[in-house]
């Protein structure tokens, strides 16, 4: 009787158990992210499960050789690409260039060959992953093609897309930065540029009109292709990141745990181990933020963000019609 007893109390416990497992996986929201990342069976890995993934590489640093890229970000522009990278880079399974790697939306480096850009990128272990990140990818008509044909079937791709309004306000002050002497304010910008809406040809305006460059690149890579609301970036960069490892197929180590809000900013930092007792702790150049902290420099008027709100919505609702998903923007 008691054997039966202690049969029952067990498959309860397991239950319960299971219950509580996947009402916590299920806690997480998947919903603005849009990609092939399905489970990988065992790679859900708490803190400790670093310094299995640290001591991988101990003592092969000599074993590591160059190929091309296993993922590559391909933008946006101003919309988190460098953080994505950054952060990403932290895991001990990826290998990131540092920066932009500026290659194929370069005609005379395409002149220079495959050999030379394989040569140019981290050299990394069979475990490991390449990453190369070049926002502008994006906007050439012409490469989603060429890379389909040049590069490994494995190759997947990352996009991140966020608010178009708040993209082009951060490309603005990029502009500004860049050219101190241009006094025009954003408010006036927009204004002087939005006064033929169906005829708007300048660059930071129409970056923020995805829906065109998206579907060529979703037309040739389909499921190898990530898309990110970038937003999520900022609100929540762990949901952001553990999908961005499931989709990579890497163990998933960079979890919520690893994310610190910086009090100074308000933007979040990366905590990571190292083989020794101490963490390290990233986060982004001061310089980043320069619209979204808490410190943040420049801004626009309510009147203005309505003025791209309406130019931009029509775009958006094509961009959700083929992402079968709205963004919210």
């Known amino acids: 009787m008691r054997s039966n ?12 158990a299971t219950g ?3 009402i916590f996986r299920q806690s997480f929201d998947y919903r603005e992210v849009i990609g092939d990342t399905q489970d990988v069976p065992g ?26 890229p296993d993922v590559i970000g391909i933008g946006v522009m101003k919309c988190g690409t460098a953080a994505l990278s950054e952060f990403l880079s932290y895991h001990p399974y990826i290998r990131a260039y540092p920066g932009e790697a500026q290659f194929f939306n370069k005609r005379y480096n395409r002149v220079k060959g495959l050999q030379y850009y394989r040569e140019s990128l981290p050299a990394a272990l069979p475990h490991e992953l390449i990453y190369e990140r070049t926002p502008g990818y994006f906007e050439y008509a012409d490469l989603p093609g060429y890379l389909r044909m040049i590069l490994p079937k494995s ?31 954003f408010d006036d910008f927009v204004q002087r540029h939005l006064l033929r809406p169906e005829s708007v040809t300048n660059d930071i305006l129409r970056r923020g009109i995805y829906h065109r460059n998206f579907k060529r690149w979703k037309d040739k890579f389909g499921k190898r292709l990530l898309v990110i609301n970038a937003e999520r970036l900022l609100s929540a960069p762990s949901v952001v990141f553990e999908t961005v490892q499931r989709f990579l197929r890497i163990t998933v180590l960079l979890t919520g745990e690893n994310f610190v809000k910086n009090t100074t900013s308000g933007m ?22 320069r619209t979204r902290s808490k410190t943040a420099t420049y801004s626009m008027t309510n009147r203005t963000a309505a003025l791209l709100r309406s130019y931009y919505l029509p775009y958006n609702r094509k961009l959700y019609e083929m992402i079968g998903q709205d963004f919210g923007w």
């Open 155 to 185: 190759t997947k791709l990352i996009l991140l897309l966020c608010d178009p309004v708040q993209r082009a306000l951060s490309h603005y002050a990029l502009k500004i930065k860049n050219n101190p002497e241009d006094r025009e304010t």
């Open 20 to 22: 509580f497992i996947f």
């Open 43 to 68: 790679l859900w890995n708490s803190y400790n499960g670093w310094e299995e993934a640290l001591k991988r590489a101990i003592g092969k640093e000599n074993e590591r050789v160059r190929r091309l």
């Open 5 to 16: 007893a202690a049969i029952k109390v067990l498959g309860l416990i397991v239950v319960l």
């Open 268 to 289: 979040y930092c990366v905590k990571v181990p190292t083989m020794t007792s101490r963490d390290i702790t990233h986060c982004m150049d001061g310089r980043k933020g």
